[in-house]
């Protein structure tokens, strides 16, 4: 079955935490609004298997983008970077109960939203262990699936997150995902996302050139 994983980053306006290069990932609350709208529609029209992620462990997480999914009975999982757990515009332990009372999942996003392709091997080891370990000890549940920071993975990363024995990891890669692959893909949703840009034209199937391309380079980020 065709699935496609839509990403967000922050819901509202963006706190002063937020790296501006990140300030384009932020949609107004008005445009994720409609961003679920347009999702829910395009799953009664098409039947595809479509799941949604949020990254970096944002408050507006919970105080904007979960209120939201529940009036529209959805899910999602959210990906936290466990050392951001409790400062200021992020979300902390209890946050994170509430959200999993509401039904949503919690995964990690590494410890200190780091790209992990410039980590030292003991650096990149505390990212994929630390984090499964903090998570876990305050969820009491399993944390088994991990979302690269700014999508960016090569072969070591992908080792070190394969022997932290996560189940499921996701990229930024675009496009559809594979249900029987250890490694998702992810579209991920901008502040100026038009119904016929980034949600329909993404649901469909693509041009056999454009799909040859995402495989050559998801090949390649893997193995380089």
């Known amino acids: 079955m065709t699935e496609i994983i839509f990403n967000f980053h922050g819901i509202g306006e963006p706190h002063s935490g937020v790296d501006p290069a990140e300030v384009k990932y932020w949609l107004s609350l008005e445009a994720y609004c409609r961003a679920l709208e347009a999702i829910k529609a395009l799953q009664a029209d098409t039947g595809y298997d479509l799941s949604l992620t949020f990254d970096d462990g944002n408050l507006s997480d919970l105080t904007l983008a979960v209120p939201e999914l529940t009036k529209r009975d959805l899910k999602a999982t959210f990906y936290v970077c466990s050392g951001r757990i409790g400062m200021a515009e992020y979300l902390d332990a209890a946050h994170l109960q509430e959200m999993m009372q509401a039904g949503m999942t919690i995964g ?73 692959s250890w490694m998702q893909a992810r579209q991920t949703l901008q502040f100026d996302w038009q119904e016929g840009n980034a949600i329909l034209r993404n649901a469909q199937a693509a041009p056999v050139p454009a799909r040859l391309k995402r495989v050559l380079t998801t090949w390649y980020k893997s193995w380089r």
């Open 108 to 180: 990690s996003h590494g410890v200190d939203h780091v790209n992990l392709r410039l980590m030292s091997a003991t650096g990149l080891e505390h990212e994929a262990q630390s984090s499964r370990r903090v998570l876990e000890d305050i969820c009491q549940r399993p944390v088994d699936t991990f979302a690269i920071p700014f999508g960016s993975y090569d072969r070591r990363v992908l080792a070190a997150l394969k022997r932290a024995n996560y189940h499921r990891v996701f990229s930024s890669d675009g496009g559809q995902a594979s249900p029987r």
